[in-house]
């Protein structure tokens, strides 16, 4: 590879560029892998650390500083699912996938670092991150690098020591899940999704339940993820009338509480707050003028972006 120097101050970092450049697509890449914002930090982190680890003369020897860094991380991912996997399935209640806030909510809207920004579109919605927790860790790898990422077969089966056929069958399998869980629909566009929300949000803080019902889907699915921390529906709770009188018995029950419109998994969503802390934070997917899902994250550990 080409190592770029600085003009006047002598050798520096060999590919210094090119690292920091990198750092946001591993980001967004291990992200998708994980389901969780700190955990994929982690991942780059610990990516970087074993690039400086090495000598100088194997750093130069790397062909693609993107591509080692990229199958690094890949690999430490995969072996994160597998674990991660076991210890999902002892979880106190409903896991859910770690809730990515908007740009200006994570870092405040003018110290913005683009380098840590996972990019929002529709691969890192709640309800796409809900069906990649359905994978095995191979299916959510392979597909997520070659149908979200774009990587060539070939390249994948190199990234994951598989055989490209191997690769093949395991995409192949991942869409079969994303098919059944996620019926081909028209996507609902962010503006219309937005003032369902809003519609959602007035209608719960007024208490008017015959509002509430009129824009929840009859089979709409309300799940919480409060771990062991927080306590939260042990079962979702489903159906539109169900919903409604569910949502107007915690607002009884939970008092002074204040509902604010955030972008949550790049679409429209909401944050309660007590005392101006954050306590839950809902996604909702939308079909037509109807919420079809809420999930709602109230486990501390999840909320740490949305609490800082």
Known sequence: MTIQYGPED?????????????????????????????????????????WYAMSRQRQ?????????????????????????????????????????????????AVADDPADRVTLDESVNMAFMVVLESMTPAERVVFVLHDVFR????????????????????????RRRVREARPVSRPVPAGQAADVVRNFKRAWEAKDIGALIGLLDPAVTTVGDGGRHVSALPHPVVGGERVA???????????????LERTVN???????????????????????????????????????????
């Open 10 to 50: 002598g050798p520096l970092d060999p590919g210094l560029d090119a690292l920091v450049g990198e750092r946001r697509r591993l980001l967004n890449l291990a992200y998708r892998l994980l389901g969780s914002l700190s955990e994929a930090e982690d991942v780059v982190q610990e990516t970087y650390v074993r």
């Open 60 to 108: 130069e020897a790397v062909e693609s500083v993107g591509g080692w860094l990229t199958t690094v991380a890949t690999r430490i991912c995969l072996n994160l699912l597998g674990s991660a996997r076991a210890r999902r399935e002892q979880y106190v209640g409903q896991w859910i996938p770690e809730p990515l806030p908007g740009p200006a909510e994570r870092f405040g």
């Open 151 to 174: 990587y060539a077969f070939a390249e994948v089966a190199e990234i994951v020591g598989r055989s490209p056929a191997a690769c093949r069958q395991l995409a192949s399998s991942a």
């Open 245 to 259: 009188h569910f949502l107007i018995e915690l607002r009884r029950r939970v008092g002074d509480m204040t509902l």
């Open 266 to 308: 790049g679409r429209p969503g909401l944050i309660l707050q007590q005392a101006g802390v954050t306590r839950v934070v809902y996604a909702f997917d939308v079909a037509g003028d109807r919420i079809t899902h809420i999930w709602g994250v109230m486990n501390p550990e999840k909320l740490r972006p949305w609490t800082a």
